[in-house]
């Protein structure tokens, strides 16, 4: 790729390596004026600033040297004197830069090989910010290859105008890919390296079945039917989440296809991974009940808060909903985004009954009552002293077996034992050091105090600089994985509203926001919680709640 002295020799050039790179003209006219300027600037001193023009029609070169202007020279070959310049242009001023035409350079070998090396430099960078241009827009997208080679486990795929690697974890596992095979893979990253574009495939992403489910079903393809979510274990199994905007159309017999053909060809690609096809709902019960197929659900409970459901299996179907080694609940937990506890019939009718007995010794150790009158009192539902203490007294004196009388001095007992816990409880926040400033938030009872003492939250200002997740504890989800951090003041009926209104009461008293901060915030909330569903902005007080306080 020598430069050569002929014009229309060296437009023929430019013309041949754009095409053949699939390149811009003009960058390889520009990389040709880079490496002529290289090579005049060896010929008349590296230090001296030389421009070279390339006309994109006739092909003459034209060399100029700048030369900047200043009251007084110190080197003549990058500056000219101001009156010299004055000479030249009329308007010239110190600091602007004055073009000296240089004659014609005659190229040597090494200049003219130095030329070819910087030409070469610079079409390379141009081809690979091409690629990497055209890629950057194709995440997401699955594409088709032939394999290169294979290094380590990994396999490189010629994707025509660019190399991209399917790493040896991004492979279905125990599929060999020889060179020549043909290929399909998900693109799921492209990152711009010192050696040129990175493509990253995957034929283990979950996107990747998505996406040819969508080649396979028109309806995906035109939107009629949405796949919400994915969850797979690549070569083995895997779940997806559809649903249907169109009431006449069944998502799910319209992914199986004719005789499975459609969900057929998705598992052929996927080395026979089987595929478990769920109807999308937004009710997150009957959405997991679903994605826990085939096993049969005979209960769920749900925690909201902590994204967490207990499911009540019969003792029968634990094996299937559990899935060998765990891989059905793990695929429902990834699909649906929540923690799954699987129980039996059994292990929970056991739960049940050791519940209702922790309650009815609660009631018999703190109301001194016999066995008989703590289960009663369980039986209809009561759960805390607090209730029993501060219900209406005709729910107690209508229980079976109970009185008037009864009734006040179970109330009564209940009452004098709440009394004598408060003492207890707010001589050992004392001991804990927790200030009394602290009593004037709102919301925080004598035992959160506690609490927070235990967490060394001891002032308002230590509460003023806590976060809502210090509190009320937070949920991570990694790698599929739930894991729950308790706060202080988890184990109490706290939601994230209250705790972020008793930091932000916190704040004001600590001088740290002001009244009219606090409105400001208390507004955005007001717009916030309008703007949710109101399943989410409204939290239903649990039995008490209100008695705790």
Same mark, same amino acid.
């Given at each position: 790729?020598?430069?050569?002295?002929?014009?229309?020799?060296?437009?023929?050039?430019?013309?041949?390596?754009?095409?053949?790179?699939?390149?811009?003209?003009?960058?390889?006219?520009?990389?040709?004026?880079?490496?002529?300027?290289?090579?005049?600037?060896?010929? @008349?001193?590296?230090?001296?600033?030389?421009?070279?023009?390339?006309?994109?029609?006739?092909?003459?070169?034209?060399?100029?040297?700048?030369?900047?202007?200043?009251?007084?020279?110190?080197?003549?070959?990058?500056?000219?004197?101001?009156?010299?310049?004055?000479?030249?242009?009329?308007?010239?001023?110190?600091?602007?830069?004055?073009?000296?035409?240089?004659?014609?350079?005659?190229?040597?070998?090494?200049?003219?090989?130095?030329?070819?090396?910087?030409? /070469?430099?610079?079409?390379?960078?141009? *081809?690979?910010?091409?690629?990497?241009?055209?890629?950057?827009?194709?995440?997401?997208?699955?594409?088709?290859?032939?394999?290169?080679?294979?290094?380590?486990?990994?396999?490189?795929?010629?994707?025509?105008?660019?190399?991209?690697?399917?790493?040896?974890?991004?492979?279905?596992?125990?599929?060999?890919?020889?060179?020549?095979?043909?290929?399909?893979?998900?693109?799921?990253?492209?990152?711009?390296? #010192?050696?040129?574009?990175?493509?990253?495939?995957?034929?283990?992403?979950? #996107?990747?079945?998505?996406?040819?489910?969508?080649?396979?079903?028109?309806?995906?393809?035109?939107?009629?039917?949405?796949?919400?979510?994915?969850?797979?274990?690549?070569?083995?199994?895997?779940?997806?989440?559809?649903?249907?905007?169109?009431?006449?159309?069944?998502?799910? $017999?319209?992914?199986?296809?004719?005789?499975?053909?459609?969900?057929?060809?998705?598992?052929?690609?996927?080395?026979?991974?089987?595929?478990?096809?769920?109807?999308?709902?937004?009710?997150?019960?009957?959405?997991?009940?679903?994605?826990?197929?085939?096993?049969?659900?005979?209960?769920?409970?749900?925690?909201?808060?902590?994204?967490? &459901?207990?499911?009540?299996?019969?003792?029968?179907?634990?094996?299937?909903? &559990?899935?060998?080694?765990?891989?059905?609940?793990?695929?429902?937990? #990834?699909?649906?985004?929540?923690?799954?506890?699987?129980?039996?019939?059994?292990?929970?009718?056991?739960?049940?009954?050791?519940?209702?007995? *922790?309650?009815?010794?609660?009631?018999?150790?703190?109301?001194?009552?016999?066995?008989?009158?703590?289960?009663?009192?369980?039986?209809?539902?009561?759960?805390? /002293?607090?209730?029993?203490?501060?219900?209406?007294?005709?729910?107690?004196?209508?229980?079976?077996?109970?009185?008037?009388?009864?009734?006040?001095?179970?109330?009564?007992?209940?009452?004098? @034992?709440? *009394?004598?816990?408060?003492?207890?409880?707010?001589?050992?926040?004392?001991?804990?050091?927790?200030?009394?400033?602290?009593? =004037?938030?709102? $919301?925080?009872?004598?035992?959160?105090?506690?609490?927070?003492?235990?967490?060394?939250?001891?002032?308002?200002?230590?509460?003023?600089?806590?976060?809502?997740?210090?509190?009320?504890?937070?949920? *991570?989800?990694?790698?599929?994985?739930?894991?729950?951090?308790?706060?202080?003041?988890? =184990? @109490?009926?706290?939601?994230?509203?209250?705790?972020?209104?008793?930091?932000?009461?916190?704040?004001?008293?600590?001088?740290?926001?002001?009244?009219?901060?606090?409105?400001?915030?208390?507004?955005?909330?007001?717009?916030?919680?309008?703007?949710?569903?109101?399943?989410?902005?409204?939290?239903?007080?649990?039995? $008490?709640?209100?008695?705790?306080?």
């Amino acid at each position: 790729m020598a430069i050569s002295a002929n014009r229309l020799e060296l437009l023929q050039i430019a013309d041949a390596v754009a095409r053949e790179k699939s390149i811009d003209r003009t960058i390889v006219i520009t990389a040709m004026e880079d490496a002529i300027q290289k090579a005049a600037r060896s010929r @008349y001193g590296t230090e001296t600033e030389v421009r070279a023009e390339i006309n994109s029609k006739t092909g003459e070169i034209r060399l100029q040297r700048l030369l900047q202007v200043v009251e007084t020279v110190d080197n003549v070959s990058t500056e000219i004197a101001l009156v010299e310049a004055l000479a030249r242009n009329p308007e010239a001023t110190i600091g602007d830069f004055i073009a000296e035409p240089l004659p014609p350079l005659d190229f040597g070998r090494i200049a003219a090989q130095s030329a070819k090396q910087v030409i /070469v430099q610079k079409v390379r960078e141009a *081809e690979r910010d091409q690629q990497f241009d055209e890629f950057k827009d194709r995440v997401g997208e699955v594409v088709n290859g032939v394999v290169k080679r294979a290094e380590y486990g990994n396999v490189i795929v010629d994707l025509g105008r660019g190399e991209g690697i399917v790493r040896r974890d991004e492979l279905i596992p125990r599929e060999a890919f020889r060179t020549g095979d043909r290929i399909r893979a998900y693109i799921y990253d492209v990152r711009r390296e #010192q050696r040129g574009p990175q493509i990253f495939l995957s034929r283990t992403h979950p #996107q990747f079945m998505a996406k040819l489910f969508a080649q396979e079903v028109p309806e995906i393809y035109d939107g009629v039917i949405e796949i919400r979510s994915v969850a797979r274990d690549p070569g083995s199994r895997a779940k997806i989440a559809v649903i249907s905007n169109d009431g006449s159309i069944d998502p799910v $017999g319209a992914c199986v296809g004719m005789r499975g053909s459609r969900v057929q060809a998705v598992v052929g690609e996927l080395q026979g991974e089987k595929i478990d096809i769920i109807p999308w709902n937004d009710e997150p019960a009957t959405f997991i009940v679903n994605a826990l197929q085939p096993a049969e659900v005979a209960k769920v409970v749900l925690d909201e808060d902590a994204e967490r &459901i207990e499911v009540v299996v019969p003792d029968e179907q634990l094996s299937l909903a &559990i899935g060998r080694r765990g891989q059905n609940v793990r695929l429902a937990s #990834q699909l649906t985004g929540w923690a799954i506890d699987i129980m039996t019939e059994q292990e929970e009718s056991e739960r049940r009954q050791k519940e209702f007995q *922790e309650r009815s010794n609660l009631f018999m150790d703190a109301l001194n009552v016999d066995e008989m009158v703590g289960q009663l009192l369980a039986t209809e539902g009561f759960t805390a /002293v607090e209730e029993v203490a501060y219900v209406e007294l005709d729910e107690i004196s209508t229980i079976e077996g109970f009185d008037g009388d009864t009734a006040d001095e179970i109330q009564a007992r209940a009452r004098d @034992y709440l *009394e004598e816990k408060e003492t207890k409880l707010d001589q050992e926040r004392r001991d804990l050091g927790v200030s009394d400033d602290l009593r =004037s938030i709102d $919301g925080l009872t004598t035992a959160m105090l506690v609490a927070l003492g235990k967490d060394d939250v001891k002032s308002v200002e230590d509460l003023a600089g806590c976060a809502t997740d210090d509190l009320v504890g937070w949920t *991570e989800r990694k790698d599929g994985e739930t894991k729950r951090y308790e706060g202080a003041l988890s =184990s @109490y009926e706290v939601s994230r509203a209250d705790a972020e209104s008793m930091i932000m009461s916190a704040r004001l008293q600590a001088g740290w926001i002001t009244e009219d901060d606090l409105k400001a915030n208390e507004t955005v909330a007001e717009d916030a919680e309008a703007g949710a569903s109101e399943d989410d902005a409204v939290e239903e007080a649990p039995a $008490g709640a209100i008695l705790k306080g």
